[in-house]
């Protein structure tokens, strides 16, 4: 499963991309103004600093907006992609901008129809909310898993983003499901990282190594 980090942070993208685990990086009008920028400004200097696919968000609402943004920022830099909400507009938007080479995240998606009508448009990625839905009291794993097995019947192209995580145990179901990327929070990916066990393991190792010294 490939790994995305949720951040417009800079600070986060390069540490986590030290780690030498970081796939892509996908970034919302939340996570940007977060940041006190906007988003050509932070995913042109995100595109500066790693090599691997960068969703930006536009925020028209009507079809034609959708692709006169779409292009723009794509045009920022090749490793851009663009998200957009779903609907019916994010739906002609997709047809247009995928027939011109423009990879589209359609986000948003709550449903395995929104994702089965997304992939037909020609999204290269579909980001069903998995943290939102449980927040509601649907299980977001479910969905998910609805999503993977309608792509893999049909054999879509259009690659899974499990997003809105919260957890490693959210990680964990996506990559049991067969997800092709998980896009995780920084926080989560620290969480991911730790075991009580394995840092009482290193202070035993430690202790024992510093008696069998003496
Ligand atoms: O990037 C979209 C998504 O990951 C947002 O997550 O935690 O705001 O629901 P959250």
Redesign the pocket.
Known sequence: MKIFI?TANLDMIREIDSWGILDGV?T?P??IAKEGTDTPTRVREIAGIVDVPISAEAMSLKAEGMIEEGRTLASIHPNINVKLPMSIDALKATKALSGEGIDVNM?LIFSAHQALLAAKAGARYV?P?V??LDDIGASGTDVLGQIVNVFLNYGFDTEVIA????GPMHVLEAASLGCDIA?IPHNVLLQMVSHPKTDEGIQNFIRDYEKSKK
Request: hydrophobic share 25%.
């Open positions: 949720d996908t919302n939340s996570l986000t980001s909310f943290g939102r997003a809105s995580i919260r896009t």
